[in-house]
């Protein structure tokens, strides 16, 4: 009978060693179940709906322009997360010109899954990108100086290719570039940006144009007039002949000076050419004699002078 009872005993305080250690693993456990973050769901509104692959012969002309993400994860991620951690987007990959309906994907940190995307189907047009050639205008700001007068402009090169969608590019009136001359005093050379612009004058924004730059040459020049040249002739020609006439090449000049002294100015002459004992023709090649603030255009001019007997 003490046999039983000790036996008893053993299997009661097995028994009873058991129970604890259930107990405490019951007990541990539900502590560390507590002490993990739970899952919980959050929706993020106005998320920029992007997009992948466009190809290079279509651009995008109607796309929705935000999507609604609901994620699911745990709380610690999610409460730490921003719009920001977000990124939806469509995959335009082998996709022509027209209507396509598709549906968005999303990019989310680990730890985090999408439970859907609203709206399910987006619709997304793209249409042909052409690349036409436009000559380059000048708009000229601003105004020379009193006296100055804008000659012919040169823009190197005269026109650029324009690259986007075909209903973009139907908005472009012309292709400009804006040079400014106010108070120039002579000729000015500028790199310039080109821009395409409506007929309002506004910039049409999402359109390449190649060459980005282009080179302006603008003369700036005081007011012009074609004066006659005069040649004066010292000493006398050889007894017996005579100066019968006086060739000039070129035989007029142009010009330049401010308006009050053009006005002044109907001749220039040269340096003087010296016939002294002369019994034939001569040549001579002479300078002019530029008047004071004044510019002319032809620096030295060809003289002949016709000797013939008296």
Same mark, same amino acid.
């Given at each position: 009978?003490l ?7 053993i ?6 060693f058991?129970?604890?250690v259930?107990f405490?693993a ?17 929706t993020?509104?106005n ?7 466009l ?10 322009? @935000? ?9 610690d991620?999610?409460?730490?997360m921003?719009?920001?951690n977000?990124q939806?987007?469509?995959d335009?990959?082998n996709?022509?010109?027209g209507r ?5 994907n ?11 995307i &609203?709206?399910?189907q987006v ?9 036409p ?11 020379p ?14 026109s ?14 012309r ?8 108070g ?10 080109? @821009?395409?612009?409506d007929?309002?004058? @506004?910039?049409?924004e999402g359109v390449e ?12 020049s ?16 050889a007894?017996?002949?005579k ?8 035989s007029t000049v142009t010009v330049?000076?401010?308006?009050? @002294?053009?006005k002044?100015?109907?001749?220039v002459?040269? &340096? ?16 002019l004699i530029v ?7 032809t ?12």
């Open positions: 009978m046999d039983r009872l000790f036996k008893n005993n299997v009661l305080k097995l028994a009873a058991f129970m604890a259930i405490w019951f007990v541990t456990g539900d502590a560390v179940r507590s002490n993990l973050p739970n899952e919980i769901t959050m993020y509104s998320i920029p709906l992007e997009w992948l692959n190809g290079e012969e279509v651009a995008i002309a109607e796309i929705p322009e @935000q999507v609604e993400v609901v994620l699911r994860g745990r709380s991620v999610l409460n730490g921003t719009p920001q977000v939806a987007f469509v335009l990959r996709l022509g010109a396509h309906s598709l549906s968005p999303a990019e989310v940190p680990a730890g985090v899954s999408v439970l859907s &609203e709206p399910q619709v997304v047009e793209l249409e042909e990108v052409q690349s050639q436009m000559s380059v205008v000048l708009d000229v700001m601003g105004t100086p009193a006296g100055f007068v804008l000659g012919e402009v040169s823009i190197t090169p005269s650029v290719f324009v690259r986007g969608a075909k209903s973009l590019l139907q908005t472009i009136e292709v400009r570039v804006i040079v400014n001359i106010n120039a005093r002579e000729d000015l050379t500028r790199t310039v940006p080109v @821009q395409a612009v007929s309002s004058g @506004q910039v049409v144009i190649t060459p980005q730059t282009v080179e302006v040459f603008v003369p700036l005081q007011p012009r007039k074609d004066v006659e040249i005069e040649v004066p002739l010292t000493g006398e020609p007894a017996g002949f100066v019968k006439e006086i060739k000039i090449k070129p330049e000076a401010n308006e009050a @002294q053009l002044s100015i109907n001749k002459t040269t &340096e003087p050419a010296d016939i002294t004992g002369a019994a034939e023709n001569m040549t001579f090649s002479l300078a008047p004071e603030n004044t510019k002319v255009l620096k030295e001019v060809e003289a002949e002078i016709v000797i013939v007997p008296e």
